[in-house]
């Protein structure tokens, strides 16, 4: 029964590997300037970490095929190189393996986080409530008006809690359900929630940033490629976090401006 | 066997008669009711009304060839305003007050809005509540805590069954939305006694009202309330027409 | 060593009365069996939630027939709502990470074995224990409750997310009363925790009979003073913040509510709170919990692998140090649950380098765990077979955590099912597979009878590929995209994923009715089992020196043992039996670490 075991555990190793060498569940494809860093992290981390899976499960199902009820009069022998040789191993090999990853992996990071957006980056603020974001536009004088949270009412869908009665900035701000960006323009997302936890996800465009109630986060990206896709939410803030969603349009710089024109004139 | 049954079937008839009497009884004759009717207008221009963007679910925004608005204040032709609720709120007699009519109001969720936006309803009026969707919604009343009705937060998803549920307490107005569809959002006004709502050509009617006067209250979400008195007499329609300005 | 003070222990005399023997037993071995009851009865909740959660993802608008019965409100028309199940799948977390990971492995092993594997009597402190254990009881009764008050129970996760967790009501069904009794059940939890961890502390520094030193410990009791020692300070930290939870909700506080958060178009009368305090706190706790969940684990494992191995391992004392780096390091890796929670990037790069050195003392312990297979004796039995399921479930989970302990691909995996098929395997399947292991290796000294071989084969085979073939499509499914928590696949990119969520909805049940076979062999052997021998297994610690089975209410009957022998005296030349027990005096030439 030891060989049926060991062989059982490799069946399940290759098999569990087959999907992934097939790349049969990918991600949707990347469409933003710093993703390729954290694809490649990711294939790194795949081929060393499939290695590792692989290696541990086969010389774990060679030897319980080998050792499994052996003659009684058979006599215990110890691993060559011992505890010592073992553990001197698991530092040197898991240890270098993932101290490297952590360190090249520090770059892949840094380009989204630790570097800031450019000067001519393109501000648009979203908002997370439950359940759905709303983003906002400055408008011709690139200046967004003051929230006020009292003022917030889904009802009269003013989603932002504006007052552009009496704060001129927020009077030419476009409030939009979908977010509409130009291609090839770095966008400097401001990001807060109204409520609870949400967060911004965006798998095309390699993206993910938690709202923090209370708490004004940013985060910055360009898109290259010219489509449709979708933002969802990742942190769960209630029964329609499901439902959670938006889609991100990204257009040529031509049409950004007219669909822009186009809200404007919805508001 | 049968000595058993016997008893049974008689007790049921007499639960059956008895039940029978009391509903009866609680039908006030039509021939001796009044009726109030009229109209609502709005003065000067009604607010601009949002297009509503639904694209965060395309299951709503495909039922939609044309852009749907906000209903905050709806205007029929010549200022006619839509979505006012008039009821009687001094005066009658308590018998009248307690009478709940057994037609159910229907509150249905279809093209991710409500049908109606406002509805009116009587103290322990049956509320059918209906999904038309093919898709999940929620429904949240926010009733005003210690007012004697307490709110509630469903599901309704695509495909399951209407459910029914009641008011406790008068309650002007409750708001009510939907969170997975956040523009979703109306009003239930919980009364006691007739009530009416107006239409888009701002008609409204009160029906079952016994003769005698009362204070009649007119509501509507954007612009507030307004109250007329008013006497109705057995058999002739009484007419009170109500006027809100746009601020 | 502790000569005088075991007889100072053990004052109380053997109970009569059936409320003091079975119910408010005071016998750590009475304890330990409650804990176990209390565990099955946990798994078997949490186990019928996940089937219910499964049929659900796998076909959204399907009706389950009945359902209604369980939640009119939950399930108009057999159909599950959002809601119900996000409340299921919250019951389901808590209940098997609190009531199940951390009572099976630790609280229910631990009491049994080990008192009787230090030589002693009983715990220190029997009335703590039996304390711990109805308090335990009374926290699960609390947040099953929860199932029939108000709109339900929580459904905020078992994170528990803030301000989601501390706002009340208005932020959704069971929000209110659902989740004032989660956090009460979690703070009573945490007390009987607390209890029980400085009863273990205790029993395995003071209690150890003569010649018993630390290194004469099995690796067992290492496992459960390890976990003690994290149980202590982990649940420490939990409870206070579940306490501070309540008040949010009870006192008008704000200590997890920022200012200006608008629900349902009213301004929230909070302020000043902090959102990831609560995300600190609780993970804080968290990360050690997942280490309290399977270190037990590990020392069960090792244990029995080391009998059925008929050598020793390798290295005791590597593994034991490995193990106390797994509980240091779990308190500085917490972080690598909010790398993208909006807490300082550069505190996520600094959290991710002791997870990725986390890798090192795990990977020891497997490759001791293979090396020391190699020129062994195994024996394959179901007791073996699932401490080699636990190793091979254990680097199948463990080599997805170097994807999680980096910020740059957390970006891509958070809260996808990637992370859900790492924590399911590395935790929660890995460790039940400990807990099953122990149930056939111990279960011929608890009950006096052994469990069947071929009823145990057979679970543990359909076990072993069920599991997989649930928890492996997971982290397809994550790598794709598929974002955790999510009641329907309603996104475009995710539709195309709805066949594989079948696949693992059809695994899951069938993996779960595979389950019934564990419970008809558990309740049939009991009663029909053939009758144990005293040592069944040839194994040298002392629970297998008690003079019967199950042990007498003093352990040893009366007799004071005196240990010997280094704890695993496996593969001895030249005598008749390969093995020498702990407390024989035998002179030996004894198998020692290498050095």
């Known amino acids: 029964m030891g060989k049926i075991l060991a062989v059982t555990i490799i069946l399940i190793a290759i098999l569990s590997a087959v999907p992934i060498v097939m790349h049969t569940w990918n991600p949707p494809a990347d469409v933003s300037t710093h993703g390729h860093l954290i694809d490649e992290q990711m294939s790194e981390t795949m081929a060393e970490a499939g290695i590792a899976f692989l290696a541990g499960q086969i010389l774990l199902a060679f030897f319980i095929w080998k050792f499994s009820n052996v003659k009684p009069g058979a006599r215990i022998k110890n691993f060559p190189g011992g505890a010592m040789g073992l553990v001197l191993a698991a530092f040197l090999l898991v240890g270098t393996e993932v101290l490297a990853l952590g360190v090249f992996g520090v770059k892949a990071w840094s380009q989204v986080y630790f570097t800031p957006p450019a000067a001519d980056a393109m501000p648009v603020q979203v908002q997370a409530g439950q359940f759905a974001f709303y983003f906002r536009y400055p408008g011709a004088d690139g200046k967004f008006g003051p929230l006020h949270p009292e003022l917030v009412n889904e009802g009269t869908q003013n989603l932002f809690g504006l007052d552009p009665d009496h704060d001129p900035a927020s009077k030419d701000d476009i409030v939009t359900a979908e977010m509409a960006i130009p291609v090839n323009k770095e966008v400097h997302l401001l990001m807060h929630s109204k409520d609870v936890g949400h967060s911004f996800y965006v798998p095309a465009l390699r993206v993910q940033q938690d709202f923090v109630p209370g708490l004004d986060v940013s985060l910055h990206f360009t898109a290259t490629k010219v489509g449709k896709y979708e933002i969802v939410c990742t942190q769960l803030c209630g029964l329609g976090h499901y439902n959670m969603k938006a889609y991100l349009e990204v257009m040529s710089q031509q049409d950004f401006d007219s669909w822009l024109k186009q809200q404007a004139a919805n508001q | ?247 | 060593m502790h000569d005088t003070s075991a007889h100072a222990v053990h004052q109380h005399a053997a109970p009569t009365s059936f409320i003091r023997k079975y119910v408010f037993s005071l016998d750590h071995k009475v304890i330990g069996k409650q804990y176990y009851g209390l565990a099955l009865l946990a798994v078997l909740t949490g186990m019928v939630l996940s089937w219910l959660m499964r049929l659900h993802l796998g076909w959204t608008d399907l009706k389950i027939p009945g359902l209604h019965l369980l939640s009119a409100s939950g399930a108009p028309g057999d159909v599950m709502t959002p809601e119900y199940y996000l409340q299921l799948m919250t019951m389901h977390g808590t209940i098997m990470v609190f009531f199940v990971l951390t009572t099976a492995p630790f609280a229910a092993f631990g009491n049994y074995f080990l008192p009787i594997q230090v030589g002693a009597e009983d715990m220190p402190f029997p009335r703590f224990n039996m304390m711990s254990f109805w308090v335990t009881f009374t926290a699960f009764l609390v947040l099953i409750s929860s199932f029939f008050f108000g709109d339900g129970p929580t459904l905020a996760g078992w994170t528990q997310y803030a301000p989601l967790s501390a706002v009340g009501a208005v932020a959704g069904p069971g929000q209110g009363t659902g989740e004032v009794l989660w956090a009460s059940s979690i703070a009573i939890f945490c007390v009987g925790q607390l209890l029980g961890s400085l009863n273990f502390i205790t029993t395995t520094l003071d209690m150890r009979t003569k010649g018993m030193s630390l290194w004469r410990l099995p690796l067992t009791a290492w496992g459960w003073f390890i976990t003690s020692v994290m149980g202590l300070t982990a649940f420490a930290v939990l409870m206070p913040a579940c306490i501070l939870l309540i008040l949010d909700h009870v006192a008008g506080t704000s200590f997890f509510v920022a200012s200006n958060l608008v629900l349902n178009d009213q301004l929230q009368p909070h302020s000043g709170g902090s959102t990831l305090l609560w995300q600190h706190l609780f993970w804080f706790f968290g990360h050690p919990e997942v280490y309290i969940a399977i270190v037990p684990g590990m020392g069960v494992v090792s244990h029995i692998l080391v009998a059925n191995m008929r050598r020793p391992m390798l290295s005791h004392r590597v593994i034991v140090y490995s193990m106390g780096a797994l509980a240091v390091l779990s308190y500085m890796v917490y972080g690598h649950h909010m790398f993208v929670s909006g807490m300082n990037p550069f505190s996520s790069l600094v959290f991710s380098f002791p997870t990725l050195v986390i890798t090192i003392p795990s990977t020891i312990l497997v490759l001791i765990w293979i090396g020391s297979l190699y020129g062994s004796k195994l024996r394959i039995n179901t007791a073996s077979l699932f401490a080699l399921g636990f190793i091979s479930m254990f680097i199948s989970g463990g080599v997805s955590g170097f994807f999680l302990a980096q910020p740059s691909i957390d970006i891509m995996l958070h809260a996808t099912y990637f992370v859900v098929g790492h924590f399911h395997l590395v935790m929660a399947v890995a460790a039940i597979f400990g807990i099953f292991a122990g149930t056939y290796f111990w279960y011929p000294k608890v009950t006096g009878r052994m469990m069947n071989e071929t009823l145990g084969k057979i679970h543990f085979w359909l076990t072993f590929v069920g599991a997989y073939c649930i928890f492996m499509p997971f982290h397809y499914l994550g790598i794709a995209g598929n974002v955790r928590r999510y009641q329907a696949f309603v996104d475009d990119y995710l539709v195309r994923l709805i066949p594989l969520h079948r696949f693992i909805t059809v695994a899951a049940l069938c993996t779960g009715a595979v389950q019934l076979i564990f419970l008809y062999n558990l309740f049939y052997s009991r009663f029909r089992g053939e009758e144990a021998p005293l040592n069944p297994w040839q194994a040298t610690s002392l629970e297998w020196s008690t003079p019967s089975s199950p042990p007498p209410f003093d352990n040893f009957g009366g007799r004071h043992v005196v240990v010997y022998h280094d704890p695993y005296q496996y593969g001895i030349e030249g005598s008749t039996d390969d093995y020498v027990m702990q407390d024989s005096p035998a002179q030996i030439q004894s198998v020692r670490d290498e050095k």
């Not at chain 2, 009884?25 to 109209?39: D, F, L, M, P």
């Not at chain 2, 949240?140 to 008011?167: A, E, L, V, Y």
Request: aromatic fraction near 6%; include cysteine; charged fraction near 15%.
């Open chain 2, 1 to 247: 066997m049968k000595t058993v049954y016997k008893p049974a079937a008689i007790l049921a008839v007499l639960v059956v008669v008895a039940l029978g009497l009391l509903s009866t009884g609680r039908h006030v004759s039509a021939a001796s009711e009044g009726k109030v009717t009229g109209s609502i207008k709005l003065e000067g221009t009604a607010p601009h009304m949002r297009a509503i963007d639904m694209s965060k679910d395309p299951t709503c925004s495909k039922q939609h060839s044309t852009p749907v608005h906000l209903e905050n204040v709806v205007v029929g032709s010549g200022g006619s305003l839509a979505n006012v609720v008039v009821y009687i709120s001094q005066g009658l007699p308590a018998s009248a007050a307690a009478a709940v009519p057994s037609k159910p109001i229907e509150w249905d969720q279809k093209g991710c809005m409500y049908q109606p936006h406002v509805a009116g309803m009587d103290v322990g009026q049956q509320l059918k509540v209906i999904n038309s969707d093919p898709t999940t919604h929620n429904i949240h009343p926010m009733p005003q805590p210690g007012g004697g009705n307490i709110g509630w937060n469903k599901s309704q998803p695509q495909g399951s069954p209407p459910f029914t549920t009641s008011w406790k307490a008068e309650e002007v107005a409750i708001p009510v939305k939907c969170n997975i569809h956040p523009w979703m959002h109306g009003y239930m006004v919980v009364v006691k006694g007739p009530y009416g709502v107006s239409d888009e050509s701002g008609s409204f009617s009160l029906d079952n009202v016994p003769p005698g006067s009362y204070t009649l209250t007119a509501w509507h979400e954007t612009y507030g309330t307004q109250t007329q008195k008013v006497t109705v007499t057995a058999g002739k329609p009484a007419t009170v027409n109500f006027t809100f300005k746009a601020k």
